[in-house]
């Protein structure tokens, strides 16, 4: 049971390129989560999805997009990166909307040059 | 939108005393309450929440909270805190929607 996990765990890129960053989870949850820690800013929310097929955005969605296409996998996009989307990312899964606690992954450290 | 409020940015605390992280939050309705701990290059764990029911919480290693409604406030406590203790600390609260507000974290440090 590995829980959630995240890759790639460390990425570069340069300003403008694009890259997807994939979150799976095998404790079949239905809810997942994007999240950006930035320093004394603590996590924000990015994109969530409350189902397979099925996503929203959450408190910081500019410049990303997200998938579901399975219950189980959970990816982010980023289009076009820019210097400020340089930061740590988290995915989370729950199995409850409201009363559940959320498991996180490992955590991928992008920086964009 | 609901917002977590962590007014410490930084704890300190000797070793073998008692630790208060206080956290304080603003909902529409009944909250969800949650503590999470992060060590170096790790993603949170989950320390112990607050649905419904009694108002002080029991979690993990030995952490305990205490949820009070007329101040908006749910602040985590240790009658005795371990230096492995050390750590950033998050409350996080939801409302009746599906997304999750963190606060900004406090950073415990406990010395032997």
């Known amino acids: 049971n590995a829980g959630v996990t995240q890759t790639p765990k460390f990425r570069v890129l340069k300003t403008g390129q694009s890259m997807t960053l994939l979150c799976a989870q095998d404790?079949?949850?239905?809810?997942m989560y994007w999240y950006r820690q930035d320093p004394g800013m603590g996590l924000r929310l990015i994109h969530y999805s409350v189902g397979e097929g099925t996503t929203a955005k959450g408190e910081v969605p500019d410049g990303y997009n997200v998938s579901r296409l399975k219950k189980q996998n959970f990816l982010l996009g980023l289009e076009s990166a820019a210097p400020s989307q340089t930061s740590v990312y988290f995915c989370?899964?729950?199995?409850?909307?409201?009363?559940?606690?959320?498991?996180f992954g490992p955590g991928t450290r992008l920086t964009v040059t | 939108a609901q917002s977590v409020a962590q007014p410490e940015d930084q704890v300190n605390v000797a070793e073998g005393n008692p630790l208060t992280v206080k956290c304080t939050y603003s909902v529409s309705g009944n909250p969800y309450l949650f503590w999470y701990v992060q060590y170096p290059n790790r993603g949170l764990q989950f320390l112990l929440k607050y649905i419904t029911g009694d108002n002080l919480v029991k979690g993990s290693y030995g952490f305990e909270a205490e949820f009070n409604k007329s101040q908006t406030s749910f602040h985590l406590k240790k009658p005795s805190a371990l230096v492995s203790d050390s750590a950033l600390y998050f409350c996080a609260v939801r409302d009746i929607r599906q997304d999750v507000r963190f606060g900004a974290g406090t950073r415990l440090t406990v010395k032997p």
């Open positions: 404790m079949n949850h239905e809810y």
């Open positions: 989370a899964s729950s199995y409850s909307p409201r009363g559940g606690e959320q498991y």
